[in-house]
């Protein structure tokens, strides 16, 4: 394998030349920013078959067998060579695009890209977002590393219907149950995801998924990407269609939020969050490094201790060095406001550099957030009222 190094393949093959020629060009671009930090993804190819993969905007869901696109050591150097790491800044996640990392065969490249971050002792956020099996021995493995701070987020939806979801929902309440218990290092998220009104938003499954997030030290629960590609899949496969239209956010309707707080109120597990960074921060016992803060009503469900961390950690960035930033990143500042930096021309990946390098929102004036809506799609919620 090339770059390989420590033979951490463990039977992952390289992308071969006329397989590469088949994969749509954004999936060999191993580094992509996203609002959760440097994505990582140099393995693509996933057997789980989950109907709502965002694989499908990328026209890689056929592609079922997970193949490396570079070796572990060059996964490493195109992460902390990105022109965008800031090391023990920069928050990173592992293969959350194409294929899942503790598949058997991706496992061994995924703890050797994790070795090899941690042996250069940086103190970055790493995310694992799974829904399948997780043993003592990844735990241990986990436990072993000194100076990430690694979050494994455990994927439970409940789903049943197994056109959309033919992974059993019992291994990821398992996963999460030995990942918790046997968490040092680390820290476990249970990431309820996606609810679904009508497919997994009975009061059987909001009591099932509020049980499972005592066996975690943070619970996100959020909705469903159903981007053009993934309603056209859902139509060729005659799958029940959640929504009447497509969006560009994540959707989650007003009602369902209401219900599944109402039923959290009480509730003996973890904390609820409705955005990923917070549980993660809130984990890890640091601020958030989104500046969620600064979206107030998003931490009325927060526990207090973590609001008064991320008050503290929250400050207005001064509009001179946020203009200065903005224009060498190729943008404009349009605003600085108690809420966000709202800024013109800049893609995401620039404004998620600036808004994990300030800890504060980075919004586009193209893409307005509505108040009360958490950064989520229209439907669902009555007619909004544009604010910067
Ligand atoms: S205080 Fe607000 S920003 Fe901070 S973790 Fe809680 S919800 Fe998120």
């Not at 393949?9 to 609002?35: C, I, Q, T």
């Not at 940086?122 to 979050?151: F, M, P, Y």
């Not at 309440?173 to 820290?187: I, N, P, Q, T």
Request: hydrophobic content about 40%; some cysteine.
């Amino acid at each position: 394998m090339p770059g390989g190094g420590r033979g951490g393949g463990g039977g992952l093959r390289v992308l071969s030349a006329v397989e590469r020629d088949g994969v749509e060009p954004a999936l060999l671009d191993v580094v992509e920013y996203r609002k959760s930090g440097l994505s990582l993804n140099s393995v693509i190819g996933c057997p789980l078959d989950c109907g709502y993969c965002v694989r499908h905007v990328f026209g890689n869901f056929g592609m079922k067998v997970p193949r490396a696109v570079v070796g572990p050591r060059e996964a490493v150097a195109a992460l902390t060579g990105h022109r965008f790491f800031r090391p023990h800044v920069t928050p990173v996640q592992l293969m959350n695009r194409a294929t899942d990392p503790m598949l058997p065969v991706v496992k061994p490249h995924v703890f050797e890209v994790l070795q090899r971050l941690d042996e250069q002792e940086l103190t970055n956020h790493v995310l694992l977002i799974t829904r399948w099996r997780v043993g003592e021995e990844d735990c241990a493995r986990l436990n072993a590393l000194r100076h990430l701070k690694v979050t494994l987020l455990v994927t439970h939806s409940g789903i049943e219907d197994e056109r959309i979801e033919p992974v059993d929902s019992d291994i990821a309440a398992r996963s999460l149950e030995v990942a918790y218990r046997c968490a040092e290092r680390y820290r476990v998220i249970l990431y309820w995801r996606p609810i679904v009104p009508g497919l997994n938003d009975s009061d059987r499954h909001l009591a099932r998924a509020l049980e499972l997030s005592g066996s975690a030290h943070a619970t996100v629960f959020t909705g469903l990407f159903f981007r053009d590609q993934i309603r056209d899949y859902y139509r060729d496969h005659g799958l029940p269609e959640p929504y009447e239209q497509s969006a560009r956010r994540k959707i989650f309707p007003e009602q369902l939020e209401q219900r599944i707080l109402t039923a959290a109120a009480g509730n003996e597990g973890s904390p609820l969050f409705r955005k990923t960074s917070c549980a993660v921060t809130y984990a890890h016992g640091v601020a958030d490094y989104n500046g969620h803060y600064g979206i107030r009503e998003l931490c009325d469900i927060c526990p207090a201790a973590q609001v008064a961390r991320c008050a503290d950690g929250w400050v207005v960035p001064d509009a001179r060095r946020v203009e200065t930033m903005a224009r060498e990143l190729g943008g404009r500042l349009v605003a600085v406001t108690e809420r966000a930096v709202v800024v013109e021309g800049l893609d995401e990946q620039r404004r998620y550099l600036m808004q994990h390098t300030l800890g504060f929102q980075i919004h586009d004036v193209a893409k307005p957030h509505h108040p009360h809506r958490h950064g989520r799609a229209d439907l669902g919620w009555p007619a909004p009222v544009e604010v910067s």
